[in-house]
C-alpha cells in the first residue's frame, strides 16, 4: 500500500507542479519576433525617375509593389510590419531610388545592390508571395 500511495503521490506531484507551456512552446512554429519583415528584392539596379519638387512620394520598402520604386499598398497584404518611406523632394530633379531595398540612404541608391549579399540573393518576381 505505501508503494502505491508513493507512486500516486509522485503522479500528482509530476501533474501539479509541471510547465505544460513549456513543451508547447518548444514544438510551436509561430514566429514570435517583433522585428518587420526582411525585405524582397525587386531589382538589382537602381530605378532612374524625374522627381518634382514639393510632390509626396511613397517609396515602397516591402519590394513586392507592382509600381517599383513606389508603393502600391502591397505591404498590407505581403509584408504585414513593413510601410513605405514617405519623403518630399525640395526641388525637381533626377534621382536614382533604391531596387534591391537594402540600401543605408534611403530611398536613394547608395550602392548596396553590388555587394555579394544582394548579387547572390534571388530575384522576387511580381508573382511571388
Not at 51 to 75: E, M, N
Not at 122 to 128: F, K, V
Amino acid at each position: 500500500m505505501n508503494m502505491l500511495v508513493s507512486k500516486l503521490e509522485q503522479k500528482w506531484i509530476i501533474l501539479t507542479f509541471r510547465q505544460p507551456w513549456i513543451p508547447a512552446m518548444a514544438a510551436c512554429k509561430v514566429s514570435l519576433s517583433t522585428l518587420p519583415p526582411e525585405p524582397v528584392i525587386p531589382s538589382k539596379k537602381p530605378f532612374k525617375v524625374e522627381l518634382v519638387g514639393g510632390k509626396r512620394y511613397s517609396w515602397c520598402t516591402c519590394g513586392h509593389s507592382k509600381k517599383q520604386p513606389f508603393c502600391d499598398g502591397a505591404h498590407k497584404t505581403k509584408a504585414q510590419g513593413l510601410s513605405p518611406l514617405r519623403f518630399v523632394p525640395e526641388k525637381d530633379a533626377t534621382a536614382w531610388l533604391c531596387g534591391c531595398k537594402y540600401t543605408n540612404n534611403p530611398p536613394y541608391c547608395d550602392g548596396t545592390h553590388k555587394q555579394d549579399f544582394i548579387k547572390s540573393a534571388p530575384l522576387h518576381e511580381p508573382g511571388d508571395s
